[in-house]
């Protein structure tokens, strides 16, 4: 627990960009500790400058590999940029289990670049919660790109990369194809598709399978390009910069990336609101010694014991 | 909209195994409707018999085929079968993307068998909420053993297959590796694994890789077995059968089946209320004309206007 002082100094470091400070906000988060609310409240008027992009796909595409050839080229138009990898936790490791450490080794030493795995697991909403506050003290922080990159692709993961201006879906050779995109309901929220590891054998099939699935799709404001790459040789990483940055002028100039912006906003809004019941809920739960009972004698059912536990909730 | 009536009659066609009110019934469920409180009441009393499996893993290791495979097990075992497969809404179909017809044709016509996918586009709690009141339609209308596939491979998709009584995780050769399964935080909710299409290279290797990774892990009550199926051929269907009984009838003898299932309907309760709450909140924040603005304006923050929003909330 720190005290308000505390909070106070950090909201100065983060706003001032220092490392550390930002390291220790995002900590914050990843904990969900009741200082959030004043951080939140400190840094907040310092945000909405970065652009944001979501980086998604299934295991094994190559998200880390091109997330670290995409810091490159933010480097080289001289961008400020931070990456932020949102990782379910393992037991397995007892909390972020990609290491801050053993990728993008080439941009550890650089102060304009800020690269951090973050945990959920204390922040009572998950990621959908967590992801926008981390992103929110990276913007504070002044870091000019700021790239989200998911682990897993089930619908959370999905929901967590789309919630950016521009969301980059990542596919690769016999890693699952465009069908099974498709059921994962991923194809929706890409603004831009990217075939990665193009030098191996099967590359230009995917793209042709995309091309099609794309096709039978409902037609899109601002039709996602499909490219290739192949992140660890360098290969196309420029080409996904530029679709990168004309989707992003087009989302600005369109009006559109304000009006995703407000409705994100609101939304996520809603959704801590309806957190704080939650934790009013699960104490009226805790005060019930009977309900467990009661459900597995059959006494009560699911649906008739929630409307009686929201009766006595008071958040 | 039905009538109290008939949901009445819904309900008792459920508990007589109709499957045209099965279907119907499941079909409330998707949408979420307000008929749902008194079907789940109407029904309660007959659940609790079916024994539960989940089916999880990377898209494309042949999930559907193996849970084909198993439906053939258990008629030759002689029990009632349902599948119920947990497919994300998709706006390129509009709905379900796996379809009941295209697979499992084998099984079409045999009254004992259910085969069923359901969306969740109207349930506000989503799959994790929809799932396990499908799996007590399917309990209650007499069928003995319920498997439930999810699609995706996400934080929601592996919550919903560990939401059962034992929950087989499916690899295969070359759709992600053990690593990337123990990122997603899919290695922790196995209860059986099976390394399918082991007829393809490199399949002795994923269970090579995966016994490894086990060891690393924590030690279990009931360690996990790893087997290999090829269940378009047939292979291993039966061995896998016998790992689930295994494991069912350890876990009903040493009494964890008993605390997971009512673990899961406290927290099943929990969640339910506070959708509950949800609800309560939108509505609140559709009289806010003016939050969207505030907040883009800065002049709240998101965590500020959450508290707010709570107060004014009244479910």
């Given at each position: 627990?720190?005290?308000?002082?505390?909070?106070?100094?950090?909201?100065?470091?983060?706003?001032?960009?220092?490392?550390?400070?930002v390291?220790?906000?995002?900590?914050l988060?990843?904990?969900?500790?009741?200082?959030?609310?004043?951080?939140?409240?400190?840094?907040?008027?310092?945000?909405?400058?970065?652009?944001?992009?979501?980086?998604?796909?299934?295991?094994?595409?190559?998200?880390?590999?091109?997330?670290?050839?995409?810091?490159?080229?933010?480097?080289?138009?001289?961008?400020?940029?931070?990456v932020?990898?949102?990782?379910?936790?393992?037991?397995?490791?007892?909390?972020?289990?990609?290491?801050?450490?053993?990728?993008?080794?080439?941009?550890?030493?650089?102060?304009?670049?800020?690269?951090?795995?973050?945990?959920?697991?204390?922040?009572?909403?998950?990621?959908?919660?967590?992801?926008?506050?981390?992103?929110?003290?990276?913007?504070?922080?002044?870091y000019?790109?700021?790239?989200?990159?998911?682990?897993?692709?089930?619908?959370?993961e999905?929901?967590?990369a789309?919630?950016?201006?521009?969301?980059?879906?990542?596919?690769?050779?016999?890693l699952?194809?465009?069908?099974?995109?498709?059921?994962?309901?991923?194809?929706?929220?890409?603004?831009?598709?990217?075939?990665?590891?193009?030098?191996?054998?099967?590359?230009?099939?995917?793209?042709?399978?995309?091309?099609?699935?794309?096709?039978?799709?409902?037609?899109?404001?601002?039709?996602?390009?499909?490219?290739?790459?192949?992140?660890?040789?360098?290969?196309?990483?420029?080409?996904?910069?530029?679709?990168?940055?004309?989707?992003?002028?087009?989302?600005?100039?369109?009006?559109?990336?304000?009006?995703?912006?407000?409705?994100r906003?609101?939304?996520?809004?809603?959704?801590?609101?309806?957190?704080?019941?939650?934790?009013?809920?699960?104490?009226?739960?805790?005060?019930?010694?009977?309900?467990?009972?009661?459900?597995?004698?059959?006494?009560?059912?699911?649906?008739?014991?929630?409307?009686?536990?929201?009766?006595?909730?008071?958040?």
């Open positions: 627990m720190e005290a308000a002082g505390d909070v106070e100094a950090l909201v100065a470091g983060v706003l001032a960009g220092e490392r550390r400070a390291a220790r906000a995002i900590s988060v990843e904990d969900g500790r009741p200082e959030l609310e004043a951080l939140s409240a400190g840094i907040y008027g310092a945000t909405g400058r970065a652009t944001t992009i979501g980086i998604t796909g299934a295991p094994g595409v190559g998200k880390s590999t091109l997330a670290a050839a995409l810091v490159g080229a933010a480097r080289a138009h001289e961008r400020r940029v931070a932020l990898a949102i990782d379910p936790t393992s037991p397995y490791t007892g909390g972020a289990l990609l290491g801050d450490r053993v990728r993008m080794q080439e941009h550890a030493t650089d102060p304009d670049v800020f690269i951090r795995s973050m945990a959920t697991r204390g922040h009572l909403g998950g990621m959908a919660l967590a992801a926008p506050e981390g992103i929110r003290i990276l913007d504070a922080a002044g000019e790109l700021i790239m989200v990159e998911t682990v897993g692709v089930g619908q959370a999905v929901e967590v789309a919630a950016t201006d521009t969301t980059l879906v990542v596919l690769a050779p016999g699952g194809d465009a069908v099974q995109m498709a059921k994962a309901g991923i194809l929706e929220v890409a603004d831009v598709f990217v075939v990665n590891k193009a030098d191996r054998e099967g590359a230009g099939e995917v793209a042709r399978e995309l091309r099609q699935m794309l096709h039978l799709g409902p037609a899109r404001e601002h039709d996602p390009p499909v490219l290739s790459a192949a992140a660890t040789l360098g290969d196309g990483v420029e080409e996904l910069w530029d679709a990168i940055e004309e989707h992003e002028a087009w989302a600005e100039a369109s009006g559109a990336r304000d009006a995703w912006r407000r409705a906003l609101v939304a996520e809004v809603e959704s801590l609101a309806a957190e704080r019941f939650r934790v009013a809920v699960a104490s009226a739960l805790e005060a019930d010694a009977r309900l467990a009972g009661d459900l597995a004698e059959r006494r009560v059912d699911p649906y008739g014991a929630a409307a009686a536990l929201a009766r006595r909730a008071s958040p």
